[in-house]
Nanobody, 124 residues
């Protein structure tokens, strides 16, 4: 089992930045590839970004490249998502997830463990 707890969400004005964190506990964090997903009201959960177990490979949703950066600190068992130039359409609940894989993954079905989510609000 891997337990995941997101933090860092909140309300930010358009054009601002936030850094989300995901603290992991349980099984060895460094053995899992990690991902961020988001879900807006009335919409399906969508892929945001993923990172492999070492942090050396990353993968992003095309629409978010250049604004969002995923990273991890295996010594701290923590995953991060730096979000810059935020827009109202980025308003969502953001979830971190863990997959028993060595490569970054984009499909929800490939992730075994999920956090409870953290809300990000960007007023229009």
């Amino acid at each position: 089992q891997v337990q995941l707890v997101e933090s860092g969400g909140g309300l930010v004005q358009a054009g601002g930045s936030l850094r989300l964190s995901c603290a992991a506990s349980g099984r060895t964090f460094s053995r899992y590839s990690m991902g961020w997903f988001r879900q807006a009201p009335g919409k399906e959960r969508e892929f945001v970004a993923a990172i492999n177990w070492t942090g050396g490979r990353t993968f992003y949703a095309d629409s978010l490249k250049g604004r969002f950066t995923i990273s991890r600190d295996n010594a701290k068992n923590t995953l991060y998502l730096q979000m810059n130039s935020l827009k109202p359409k980025d308003k969502s609940v953001y979830y971190c997830a863990a997959a028993p894989s060595r490569i970054p993954l984009a499909r929800r079905s490939e992730y075994d463990y999920w956090g409870q989510g953290t809300q990000v609000t960007v007023p229009s």
